[in-house]
């Protein structure tokens, strides 16, 4: 049987509820594509058959017929997913249920006048896909978060990556042969958060990414706020502190400067050359910043006061930062998320006590305060979203359309 243009998109659409809702019934499916019940019903039959969509029991009785639900197969499609920071870039393989396809490639890649970025970085993802083993054609596209101010409409990082004749989505997408969608690192943080993690079903969320810097993803109205430009949730480069200290942003005294990954260590670093006392002190300098940021976490987890101390300073100037946004914003929950997320309540209390002193009490009393459950995963969880956001946007009158350019194709 062959496909009529809109009938793909119509599978599309149920494709990308079902990935995003995991478990639907006819009814729900209908309701969010906007398509009749019977029609719904007829596409989810064709995909049944084909392979793509499995039925996965009744849903519990609350009185009435139950009705049947369906849920996506196993490793029908695949998504790119590629998660950037300044120093570091893991690529990985994720089947349509986010699970990772194989290992998570992980390369020390600096973004600072590096002019060499972009070129390794089609090359690695090239790399993770041939050894992979997975055809091209059950790869949805490219989804990559990165750090800076991000126009992802026109393909540009105004920060990072620069470009000459074309910007990145164009030559990745001629150098992968691959969709290609990019997006800031810390919106992208939020989106799964908002899909999948502890912001799912709220209206109005702060989702801080905790990293080299601390950025902030907005959640207003169940929707990911971007601002005029995009450029929303720049957190890090609040202005907060009388301390001279020059930022990445080329300001002085912004909220980074006294609460990034980068200046625990360096503050734990001075501590320790100047005499305090610490288990740290048994780990020499290795000069990786994951390695030593873990370093941190691990002593404070095992007691360290020294460790604690420098943590709890961090996150009590965070919670500063977020005491003023939620007099502006009144959140009803705020998730640390983000590679900083792995210390877990050693941020919590050191937060709330922050929100306790700067905050109006009737305006923070309902708000809660969690750690994702996603972890270092958000953001290679949200850079597939990204993806999938974008999965059902052709043109259903398109006459040119094809099931490769909709469906992936199955073996």
């Known amino acids: 049987m062959v496909d009529n243009p809109k009938n793909l998109i119509y599978k599309?659409?149920?494709?990308?509820?079902?990935?995003?809702?995991?478990?639907?019934?006819?009814?729900?499916?209908?309701?969010k594509i906007n398509r009749s019940i019977p029609l719904t019903t007829r596409i989810i039959e064709e995909l049944i058959h084909e392979d793509y969509v499995m039925e996965v029991g009744f849903a519990p009785s609350s009185g009435g017929r139950r009705p049947m639900m369906y849920s996506l197969q196993d490793n029908i499609f695949y998504v790119l997913s590629v998660a950037m920071d300044q120093l570091v870039t893991r690529i990985s393989l994720v089947a349509n249920h986010n699970n990772h396809f194989g290992e998570i490639k992980k390369i020390e890649l600096p973004l600072h006048n590096n002019p060499d970025a972009l070129p390794i970085l089609a090359e690695s993802i090239e790399a993770v896909?041939?050894?992979?083993?997975?055809?091209?054609?059950?790869?949805?596209?490219?989804?990559?978060?990165?750090?800076?101010?991000?126009?992802?409409?026109?393909?540009?990082?105004?920060?990072?990556?620069?470009?000459?004749?074309?910007?990145?989505?164009?030559?990745?997408?001629?150098?992968?042969?691959?969709?290609?969608?990019?997006?800031?690192?810390?919106?992208?943080?939020?989106?799964?958060?908002l899909k999948f993690g502890n912001a799912r079903n709220k209206a109005n969320a702060m989702v801080l990414n905790i990293s080299w810097g601390v950025?902030?993803?907005?959640?207003?109205?169940?929707?990911?706020?971007?601002?005029?430009?995009?450029?929303a949730g720049e957190f890090s480069h609040m202005p907060l502190f009388n301390n001279n200290k020059l930022c990445s942003c080329g300001k002085t005294g912004c909220l980074e400067t006294e609460t990034s990954l980068l200046v625990l260590i360096e503050k734990v670093n001075e501590g320790l050359k100047s005499g305090r006392t610490s288990i740290l002190?048994?780990?020499?300098?290795?000069?990786?910043?994951?390695?030593?940021?873990?370093?941190i976490i691990n002593a404070a987890l095992k007691g360290?006061?020294?460790?604690?101390?420098?943590?709890?300073?961090?996150?009590?100037?965070?919670?500063?930062?977020?005491?003023?946004?939620?007099?502006?914003?009144?959140?009803?929950?705020?998730?640390l998320s983000g590679r900083g997320s792995i210390g877990g309540k050693l941020w919590l209390t050191p937060i709330q006590q922050a929100l306790n002193e700067h905050c109006i009490p009737k305006i923070a009393e309902k708000m809660e305060i969690s750690i994702s459950p996603l972890g270092n995963d958000a953001e290679l969880i949200g850079a597939a979203a990204l993806v999938m956001e974008h999965y059902d946007e052709s043109n259903p009158d398109q006459t040119t359309l094809n099931k490769q350019q909709v469906l992936p194709v199955l073996n």
């Open 12 to 31: 599309r659409a149920i494709l990308k509820q079902l990935y995003f809702q995991n478990v639907m019934s006819c009814a729900e499916i209908s309701t």
């Open 129 to 193: 896909i041939a050894k992979s083993g997975v055809d091209k054609c059950r790869i949805i596209g490219v989804g990559i978060g990165m750090p800076g101010f991000i126009d992802s409409k026109r393909g540009i990082n105004h920060s990072f990556l620069e470009t000459t004749d074309k910007n990145i989505i164009q030559y990745l997408s001629e150098k992968i042969n691959l969709p290609v969608y990019i997006d800031n690192d810390s919106s992208l943080i939020a989106l799964a958060e």
């Open 215 to 231: 950025g902030l993803g907005l959640v207003l109205n169940g929707e990911l706020f971007r601002g005029h430009s995009g450029f």
């Open 281 to 295: 002190s048994k780990s020499r300098h290795s000069g990786h910043p994951e390695a030593e940021y873990e370093a």
């Open 304 to 335: 360290d006061q020294f460790a604690i101390e420098i943590l709890s300073h961090a996150g009590y100037n965070i919670g500063r930062g977020i005491a003023i946004l939620v007099h502006l914003l009144n959140p009803e929950s705020i998730v």
